[in-house]
């Protein structure tokens, strides 16, 4: 495949065509914040916060779904995009109820991660303060929607990764939302086959093993990485 | 010079905050020569006083007192800090948000009527218990807020980090793992 040769921040490197500027970054070490993207599931653009500046276009463009092209320049980190990255958390925080001292992910999670290292120390906008249900019927994984991003992270992990189908999007907009097979509750999905990899996928506490509580929501990531390098790469490296 | 007029303040909170103030331990000492603390839970002060310097406000903005002490502490304090996640998100006390706006009246009937084991009734002597608002509120959405000290609670570490850059006179700003909420 031809290589493309491209600037990131300054630095010359070339790329694979078909190659994403995400991906072109992370092969020379450059680091940029991320959250809806997961290694070894296609990536959807929809948190925006992987957003870079590309000369000669005005617009925002999300760099884990933008390919590279030919002598293209681009920017991680301005302070335009430190500004856009802070709004779009500040907007993540107040659309949800986010209450980190007594979420289980609470020192695992993403966004709270995230969100301190982009420099938030409050949210200016108003918080919504929505109300959703709890679903806790599954024998092994509940779902607090007051926590969940809408990454769609453990959507990707169920139909790409497990290939069950189990978990997908319903609603528009602010009425968004995270459903188990037709909408129903979760332990009375058939098509669930208990494997955890959504649970493995969240980057917030929306997904967690049943029976933990404040801060004792860890992952495996790894074990996803090992399903995804053994189907890509036949390799079986624990 | 005169010393510093620093205030600490108790709004919707569970008193955390004052505890991880009080983790300071011998920072206290130095901070005593260099503050005078004029209002606090821990000091016996009715009234809220004039000019002070710092004021740190712990606690969400949850009944008509606490709106109008925040109003009276903005009007009286030149630098405000909110102190800690139910100052700065609203965090815990604001849970009761999500039961819609007339959460107010199902919390308490909750509280004193169908948790009481004696004398069931909602308190409504004038004076004695204050009206809870519809909506608890971060303290920046009441009134101007200065800085921020994220945490529940914030570590002393954090709060000796901030109490040391306002006492040098300089900004306060906290960075990376010191803005965690949580």
Known sequence: ?238 | MDRLKVATVWLGGCAGCHMSFLDLDEFLLELADQIELVYSPVVDMKEYPENVDVCLIEGAVCNEDNLELARKIRARTKVLVAFGDCAVTANVPAIRNQLGLDNAESVLQHAYIEHARHNPGIPKAPGIVPELLARVMPVHEAVEVDYFLPGCPPPASRIKTLMLQVLAGETPKLEGADLKFG
């Open chain 1, 1 to 238: 495949m031809a290589a493309k040769t491209l600037t990131i921040d300054g630095k010359e490197i070339s790329a694979e065509e078909g190659a994403t500027i995400l991906q072109a970054a992370e092969e020379h070490g450059i680091t940029m914040p991320t959250l809806c993207h997961l290694d070894g599931v296609y990536d959807v653009g929809a948190c925006r916060l992987c957003l870079v500046e590309v000369a000669g276009t005005p617009k925002l463009l999300p760099a884990c779904t933008t390919r590279v092209t030919e002598g293209m320049d681009v920017k991680t980190d301005t302070e335009r995009l430190r500004k856009y990255r802070r709004m779009t958390l500040e907007l993540l925080f107040a659309e949800r109820n986010h209450v980190c001292a007594v979420c289980v992910a609470n020192g695992h999670c993403e966004l709270q991660s995230l969100a301190y290292s982009q420099g938030m120390d409050h949210v200016r906008y108003e918080y919504r303060f929505p109300h959703w249900e709890v679903d806790n019927t599954h024998p092994l994984f509940g779902m607090d929607p007051h926590r969940c991003i809408l990454c769609t992270r453990c959507v990707r992990a169920c139909w790409h990764i497990e290939g069950a189908g189990t978990l997908n999007v319903s609603g528009r907009s602010a009425g968004s939302h995270i459903i188990t097979d037709l909408n129903q509750p979760w332990g009375l999905a058939d098509s669930c086959t208990r494997c955890g990899k959504c649970v493995m996928s969240c980057p917030t506490g929306a997904l967690y093993y049943k029976g933990s509580t404040v801060s004792e929501m860890e992952r495996d990531r790894s074990k996803l990485e090992f399903i995804v390098t053994a189907r890509e790469k036949k390799q079986w490296i624990a």
